[in-house]
T-cell receptor, first 115, second 109 residues
Framework: IAGITQAPTSQILAAGRRMTLRCTQD?????MYWYRQDLGLGLRLIHY???????GKGEVPDGYSVSRANTDDFPLTLASAVPSQTSVYFC??????????????FGQGTRLTVV | GQNIDQPTEMTATEGAIVQINCTYQ??????LFWYQQHAGEAPTFLSY??LDGLEEKGRFSSFLSRSKGYSYLLLKELQMKDSASYLC??????????WGAGTKLIIKP
């Protein structure tokens, strides 16, 4: 693994089903994020984690949950998928220790279609 | 509310120069980022500005005016591979990134 990896790359999911999107990073970054990207809209933050063991809600958290049991993994769960959750999901990480200049590194994305 | 504005789409010619503007209204300011995103791929970091002025990095430069809530990304000597979306993002007072919708740049031969 080099950088940040998401799985699956794409998925078609029946409405009402539960789904977990996986995200793993090997850069030892303390902060991790989940975004969704929809056509014509900017990246919107779903949930974030500033350090292992803590999580926070972003701009659009409803219908999603996350956990951060360790530094490397940050899974995103859709408890009961709905068509409006059709989107491209990006996981990202950054080293936010000093709150100075830090860039976010992104996974390759998961294209999710809820039918 | 917080808002980042960028043009939706721009077209430029190979070898030319293009300037992509970004205006923002956010609760606090802790830096502005530009990212490049090719179709179907993840965003990748281009530049960071936290003080007023111009930051130059090869063919790409980024400018910031905090008093005007304004930034631009300048791309010189355009190449076909520069065809992509360019995302402007501002880190607010909570150190969260607020993203613009992106500017799709089309390069023509």
């Amino acid at each position: 693994i080099a950088g940040i990896t998401q799985a699956p790359t794409s998925q078609i999911l029946a409405a009402g089903r539960r789904m977990t999107l996986r995200c793993t990073q090997d850069m030892r970054h303390n902060a991790m994020y989940w975004y969704r990207q929809d056509l014509g809209l900017g990246l919107r933050l779903i949930h974030y984690s500033n350090t292992a063991g803590t999580t926070g809600k972003g701009e659009v958290p409803d219908g999603y949950s996350v956990s951060r049991a360790n530094t490397d993994d940050f899974p995103l769960t859709l408890a009961s998928a709905v068509p409006s959750q059709t989107s491209v999901y990006f996981c990202a990480s950054s080293d936010e220790g000093g709150k100075g200049y830090t860039e976010a590194f992104f996974g390759q994305g998961t294209r999710l279609t809820v039918v | 509310g917080q808002n980042i504005d960028q043009p939706t789409e721009m077209t430029a010619t190979e070898g030319a120069i293009v300037q992509i503007n970004c205006t923002y209204q956010t609760s606090g300011f802790n830096g502005l980022f530009w990212y490049q995103q090719h179709a179907g791929e993840a965003p990748t970091f281009l530049s960071y500005n936290v003080l007023d002025g111009l930051e130059e990095k090869g063919r790409f430069s980024s400018f910031l005016s905090r008093s005007k809530g304004y930034s631009y990304l300048l791309l010189k000597e355009l190449q076909m591979k520069d065809s992509a979306s360019y995302l402007c993002a501002v880190r607010d007072s909570n150190y969260q990134l607020i993203w613009g919708a992106g500017t799709k740049l089309i390069i023509k031969p």
